[in-house]
């Protein structure tokens, strides 16, 4: 066969994972026009032109580029402030950050910092998470300690919740007679400074200048995005609550147009700032659709149902928290959500629902099964994320109304052993996140890191969903374990279905972007107990290798 006029690149790999069932391995991989042109052999891919071979990675695996279908761009934001949380944690230059074992660390650390405001005039921490302090709570009298005078705000891990000092408090204009659900109170009537969810953290996030509002599509928080999505072996990642602004659509397109960003964006229209105004976010979304291009898909609408587990933010079915903490906070009214999800299915928009309780992943599964009743619609693939406490009840509904799920993985790690001591106790923690389940039922699954609320990171993701591991070492539900290879699909092609992309990303498939990552060992060949461990060396975007990761 003749080539065209398009240059052909040939990759010659050690091993080539692909996920296509059809040719599960390759060891060449041709590339024209950014598209992969063929897989196979050597012989096989040189019919399509006797070009030279790329050796750059003979001696490494590559697979699909890997596919986080539930982070945010926020993980680029995060660190413009001072980073709070318990385990260490590394930034996109390299550098570890120490995690913070009591609050006192977390206030010395913040002391560090005072006086150099990193927002308008506050001091900003993120990261926090005060499950892992037991029933110690953080008020005003420890953020007093940092400063009296300069507002002092941190964000909690889940980001559903706040703490800030009283220079804070006073600058928001919060105080014992401000009356909105989720400001925490002393016995005597006075704020703690403790903020739950986004209601409540409002007059705060407005005092700072709305920051999170634009910064995720402000160059700087790309680089820094797409620096550690790409030191993770990610080629698309989604940005899964984006106010879709003008200004932000735009300069998010201009950017990731530019052929140095290494990723590809998935945003997803944040429906909780239009409430029950679904006409006008499909307009602004329709509208926004001109700007998209290959490295920037738009179209998703997000809705938020409850708030988190580890908060006590989560909307729970009986008998309830496993400590005896009050139910968790309805983020969009139950009463809404049905008109609210029946809009947006009628209008043939894919919705991705967050609902961590199980109480939540209920109400969204009536409002989809009232949808579709009245709107039958072939593959809506309205998916719903996190959705951890889902039983074989919930997945049996899911699986019959056609619904995708992204499950939590990370949180076996990173909040296992409190799910199993606090908020759901042994039987119901065995049963988080039940990926195992997920599949037997035939349901579409990814797994995610919900980034930056845990690390990005699909590889150690894949490791929670594979060994249940708790951060103490507890196997959480060792039944809802899944193969590595199970778990490495999860990680691409059931990502990119969850993102309706399967036909364009998720495996190295002749006609798909020619998105790879490059491996130094094979994940299939290694003990399952190591894939947390296996090293990302770089990834290839429309078939041209990005600079290799930083600090590594
Ligand atoms: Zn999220």
């Known amino acids: 066969m003749s080539s065209s006029a398009s240059p052909v690149t040939v990759y010659r790999a050690r091993k080539i994972i692909t996920m296509n069932p059809a040719q599960p391995e390759a060891s060449h991989v041709a590339v024209r026009d950014g598209r992969i042109l063929a897989v196979g052999t050597q012989a096989d891919v040189q019919a399509w032109g006797d070009v030279a071979i790329d050796e750059r990675y003979a001696d490494k695996v590559l697979m699909p580029g890997l596919v986080e279908g539930h982070c945010h761009l926020h993980e680029g934001v995060v660190w413009r402030y001072i980073y709070l949380g318990y385990?260490?944690?590394?930034?996109p230059d390299g550098k570890i950050w120490p995690g913070l074992k009591s609050i006192d660390a977390v206030v010395a650390r913040l002391a560090e910092y005072a006086g150099q405001?990193?927002?308008?005039?506050?001091?900003?921490?993120?990261?926090?998470d005060p499950i892992y302090f037991g029933t110690q709570r953080m008020s005003v009298h420890d953020l007093d300690k940092v400063s009296t005078a300069q507002p002092v705000v941190i964000m909690h891990a889940s980001m559903h919740l706040m703490n800030v000092n009283t220079a804070a408090l006073r600058k928001a204009g919060i105080d014992r007679f401000t009356d909105i659900e989720g400001i925490v109170k002393f016995d005597d009537g006075e704020p703690t400074g403790e903020l739950l969810e986004?209601?409540?953290?409002?007059?705060?996030t407005r005092m700072l200048g709305n920051p999170f509002r634009t910064l995720g599509q402000a160059p700087e928080s790309l680089d820094r995005f797409g620096k550690v999505a790409r030191n993770a072996g990610v080629t698309t990642a989604t940005d899964l609550v984006n106010e879709i602004t003008d200004d932000g659509i735009a300069s998010l397109s201009a950017i990731t147009a530019d052929p140095s960003f290494p990723v590809r964006i998935v945003p997803a229209a944040s429906g909780m700032l239009y409430g029950t105004r679904v006409e006008e976010c499909l307009t602004q979304v329709d509208k926004l659709k001109a700007l998209a291009h290959d490295k920037l898909h738009i179209g998703m609408v997000k809705l938020v149902v409850d708030g988190s587990i580890q908060g006590f933010t989560a909307r729970v079915r009986w008998p309830g928290y496993y400590n005896g903490a009050p139910n968790g906070i309805w983020v969009m009214s139950p009463d809404d959500l049905p008109a609210i999800v029946a809009g947006y299915h009628r209008a043939g928009a894919q919705l991705h629902i967050h609902t961590n309780g199980d109480e939540a992943t209920a109400a969204a599964l009536d409002a989809i099964e009232q949808a579709l009743i009245a709107h039958p619609r072939p593959d809506h693939r309205h998916t719903l994320q996190h959705c951890q406490m889902a039983d074989a009840a919930q997945f049996r509904k899911m699986a019959k109304l056609g619904v995708c799920v992204n499950l939590f993985a990370n949180h076996i790690f990173y909040w296992g052993d409190a799910h199993y001591g606090m908020t759901m106790g042994p039987d119901r923690a065995h049963r988080m996140d039940a990926c195992r389940s997920a599949l037997d039922h035939g349901l579409a699954l990814g797994v995610h890191s919900d980034a930056p609320i845990t690390p990005l990171g699909p590889l150690f993701t894949a490791w929670c969903a594979v060994n249940r591991r708790t951060a103490s070492g507890r196997v959480l539900g060792e039944s809802e374990r899944i193969s590595v290879a199970e778990a490495l699909y999860a990680i691409t092609m059931g990502a990119a279905y969850?993102?309706?992309?399967?036909d364009r990303i998720g495996s190295v498939e002749i006609g798909k972007y020619a998105d790879f990552c490059v491996l130094d060992r094979d994940p299939l060949a290694e003990p399952a107990e190591t894939l947390k461990d296996i090293q990302v060396l770089g990834t290839v975007l429309g078939g041209v290798p990005t600079d290799l990761p930083q600090g590594s």
């Open 117 to 128: 405001a990193n927002e308008g005039d506050a001091l900003v921490g993120w990261g926090f």
């Open 498 to 502: 969850t993102l309706h992309m399967d």
């Open 87 to 91: 385990y260490d944690r590394k930034g």
């Open 198 to 204: 986004f209601a409540a953290m409002f007059p705060v």
